[in-house]
């Protein structure tokens, strides 16, 4: 069975540091990786994926994937007030095959 | 440009009805996805259509089925419900180009069972 590991938190980070958020997968199959942000109440919005070893950046955010070690993170970079949220590691093994989702990490940015 | 769209977003059963969910995914998107959401299982798959046709499922039991139409427009639909099938529904659609699996979700269905 494919499973997703996210420390659950609460993660606190003071407003305009690094965010750095972890999750490890089980399948060595997998092939695309997805970084997910899901405020209270609200359905998960995409934030970056990745596919290949390294780092993948996007503004403020970088994601880094390393398949040798299973694990992929995110780093937010100038944190703040609004970037509070839950944020979600998902895996595929690609084409049809539906996204294996870690149960998140409870993310708050301390003004 | 609407995104993805799921009616009805709040509903309340009995324990032994049915409910069907509707989703109608974004103009261009040929895939759509359900996921079921709970407080402790997380965010779990369901199942997928293309074209019609269910290309993957979850580990749901049989109460738990689907169907795509010819628009692309894509129910759920959940027999004998239990007090375990209260959550959060969500439909997600994608454009499925080979080797992406983006996928953008709707709002959601929230169901509630008593």
């Known amino acids: 069975q494919k499973e997703v590991e996210q420390n659950s938190g609460p993660l606190s980070v003071p407003e305009g540091a690094i965010a750095s958020l972890n999750c490890t997968y089980s399948?060595?199959?997998?092939?695309?990786f997805f970084w997910y942000r899901q405020y209270s109440g609200k359905s998960p919005e995409l934030i970056m994926f990745?596919?290949?070893?390294g780092d993948k950046e996007d503004g403020r955010f970088t994601a880094q994937l390393n398949k040798a070690s299973q694990y992929v993170s995110l780093l937010i970079r100038d944190s703040q007030p609004s970037d509070s949220a839950t944020y979600l590691c998902?895996?595929?093994?690609?084409?049809?095959?539906?996204?294996?989702f870690g149960k998140g990490t409870h993310l708050i940015i301390q003004p | 440009k609407a995104g993805v769209t799921q009616t009805p977003r709040y509903l309340i059963k009995t324990r032994g009805q049915q409910v069907t969910l509707s989703c109608s995914p974004i103009?261009?998107?040929?895939?759509v996805s359900w996921y079921q959401q709970t407080p402790g299982q997380g965010l779990q798959f369901l199942f997928e259509?293309?074209?019609?046709?269910?290309?993957n499922k979850g580990n749901f039991p049989g109460r738990f089925s689907g169907r795509q139409f010819s628009n692309s427009r894509s129910e759920m639909n959940v027999s004998t419900l239990e007090l375990g099938d209260s959550a959060l529904y969500l439909c997600?659609?994608?454009?499925?180009?080979?080797?992406?699996?983006?996928?953008?979700f709707g709002a959601g269905s929230r169901l509630t069972v008593l």
């Open positions: 997600a659609s994608s454009r499925d180009v080979a080797g992406a699996n983006v996928l953008t």
């Open positions: 399948d060595r199959g997998s092939q695309s």
């Open positions: 990745i596919y290949s070893n």
């Open positions: 998902a895996v595929s093994g690609g084409g049809a095959d539906g996204l294996t």
């Open positions: 103009s261009g998107h040929r895939s």
């Open positions: 259509y293309f074209s019609e046709t269910q290309r």
